[in-house]
């Protein structure tokens, strides 16, 4: 008997079991054979060979864009108090960023004459400007000396900031304008986490609803920058509380450290968890999810937002297999058609090529990131896949990806329909001007592709067709489709540090508060 479980475990021990439950039978079964990988690392935190690591969560950035003029480093910045330009020396006004700061003496400049500085940058910081008013209410600009040099003063027209009083719940939110607060709501569970932010399942006491609540500690987004990001993502969510297929907004509240969106609870887990699982899903699967993505981002593009972080981790399905965006933190609002923006921002392996050559760009890299998703779903891998990237350390790196998405050919596999290889290609045609959705006939174009001739878009926006795949789920708590990594974290806010709120400027975050209408009359009706 010993002899028999010696051979036994000699056997099991040569050949590990798959990191995917083949034995599992799915709404996805078919041949996993090519996908799996054994389920033994060479060291400990080395990856499993063969391994995917494109299928694992990366989280988006913005890549700050500096401007570099005469030894200046300069940065866009939005002015709360006067200031004025330190070259034509008018003042600085208007919405959103009107100017630019050097990060190294503080130099302040208006866009338009940042580019006409010849005093070079001294690299110190340098006294600021002071602005006076006069009898009349008129405002004057007095110099003050420099650091570096009494006889040639470079001035920082900015006032400095008054030493921060601390600040208390009960003044930040009178009662008159506040709807909800943190005690309004049981936090259950953590379901999610980023570079900014928490996301928990909470209950709605009053109404025992459950919605998802995002945590946001306000010491984390005191630059200006920042703080438009979190309005931008604000407004986007209200706008997206009109459509199906985006997560939409409950309210929002603050407390004098943290911002807390509370949104759409979103049970089916996010298309992340389930590749992970599945590794590829079948064309019909892949087709249904991209359609309902394509009618999610024409909505946004018809109210001038461009999303801009289109993933697998952002792509939600509800209960009863519908997808739903989420997370609008790197969407840009206000682009009329025709207009463009600049900013260097997104996920690594969804950057369109016109982002990375530092091109202005519009809609089209939502239809990019489409065509990179698109492909993950439909080949279970990323199109710029690397072989054997993990055993190079130069080719490891995001300079890397990004010349592998400038420059490689990117190859269909033969094992795609003709229609699957053709909207692939379209969608990720390096040149914007020809990308699928961006030509004259735009999102038509998209709608009247043979790979979408079996849906029907009007029914389909009408969530009255039936999706291909169902979320298994025993209640609408029930977090078997997130990852335990984030489930199985304690539920609690870390008590709050008084010098840290001291620090916190508190009118950037002044009519914050919100509450959805719709909802409201929902809830009342409980």
Not at 93 to 111: A, D, E, N, P, T
Not at 308 to 330: P, S
Not at 448 to 477: A, C, D, T
Request: glycine fraction near 6%.
């Amino acid at each position: 008997m010993r002899s028999f479980w010696i051979e036994f475990l000699t056997a099991a021990a040569s050949h590990p079991f798959p990191a995917i439950p083949g034995d599992i039978p799915t709404p996805y079964d078919f041949d996993h054979s090519e996908e799996l990988f054994p389920n033994v690392p060479a060291a400990p935190g080395m990856p499993c060979a063969g391994e995917d690591r494109s299928i694992y969560r990366r989280g988006a950035r913005r890549w700050r864009k500096l401007y570099r003029v005469n030894g200046h480093i300069f940065q866009a910045k939005r002015f709360n108090r006067r200031a004025f330009c330190a070259f034509c020396q008018d003042r600085i006004w208007g919405l959103g960023r009107q100017g630019f700061k050097c990060i190294q003496c503080k130099l302040l400049v208006h866009k338009k004459c940042h580019k006409l500085v010849q005093k070079p940058c001294s690299n110190e910081h340098v006294d600021p400007v002071e602005v006076k008013e006069d009898a009349n209410g008129e405002s004057t600009l007095g110099r003050a000396s420099s650091v570096r040099s009494r006889a040639e003063p470079e001035p920082l027209p900015e006032t400095p900031p008054a030493p921060p009083a601390p600040v208390r719940a009960e003044d930040l939110e009178p009662g008159s304008q506040r709807h909800y607060s943190l005690e309004d709501f049981e936090l259950i569970r953590v379901i999610g986490r980023g570079s900014y932010a928490k996301v928990l399942m909470v209950e709605l006491k009053r109404t025992k609803r459950v919605y998802a609540m995002k945590v946001i500690k306000k010491a984390l987004v005191t630059d200006d920058e920042d703080i438009d990001w979190v309005q931008t993502e604000k407004h986007v969510f209200e706008t997206a509380s009109n459509h199906p297929f985006l997560v939409g907004l409950h309210s929002c509240f603050q407390t004098p450290s943290r911002l807390f969106f509370v949104i759409e609870f979103v049970r089916g887990g996010d298309l992340m968890f389930h590749m992970q699982r599945q590794r590829r899903l079948p064309e019909e699967h892949a087709r249904f999810y991209a359609a309902e993505i394509s009618l999610a981002l024409h909505f946004l593009h018809e109210r001038g937002v461009i999303y801009r972080d289109l993933k697998l981790d952002n792509v939600l399905l509800d209960h009863e297999g519908h997808i739903k965006l989420t997370d609008y933190g790197m969407c840009k609002e206000g682009v009329r058609p025709g207009d463009t923006t600049s900013t260097f921002c997104g996920t690594p392996n969804y950057i369109a090529p016109e982002i990375l050559r530092g091109e202005e760009y519009g809609f089209s890299v939502d239809w990019w990131a489409l065509g990179v998703l698109t492909y993950e779903m439909l080949a279970g891998r990323s199109p710029f896949d690397i072989a054997q990237a993990a055993d190079n350390p130069d080719q490891n790196t995001e300079d890397y990806l990004f010349q592998v998405i400038l420059e490689k050919t990117i190859r269909i596999p033969r094992s795609l329909s003709v229609k699957a290889a053709s909207v692939l290609k379209g969608f990720l045609n390096k040149n914007p001007a020809e990308r699928l959705g961006c030509g004259e006939g735009a999102f038509l174009d998209i709608v009247n592709h043979p790979f979408f001739k079996s849906i029907e878009w009007e029914m389909l926006e009408q969530k009255q067709v039936v999706p291909p795949f169902k979320p298994r789920l025993e209640g609408e708590r029930d977090l078997a489709n997130f990852p335990p990594e984030f489930t199985d974290e304690p539920v609690h806010l870390t008590p709050d540090d008084d010098t840290v709120i001291a620090d916190i400027d508190q009118s950037e975050f002044e009519g914050f508060e919100y509450v959805n209408p719709l909802l409201m009359s929902l809830e009342d009706c409980v």
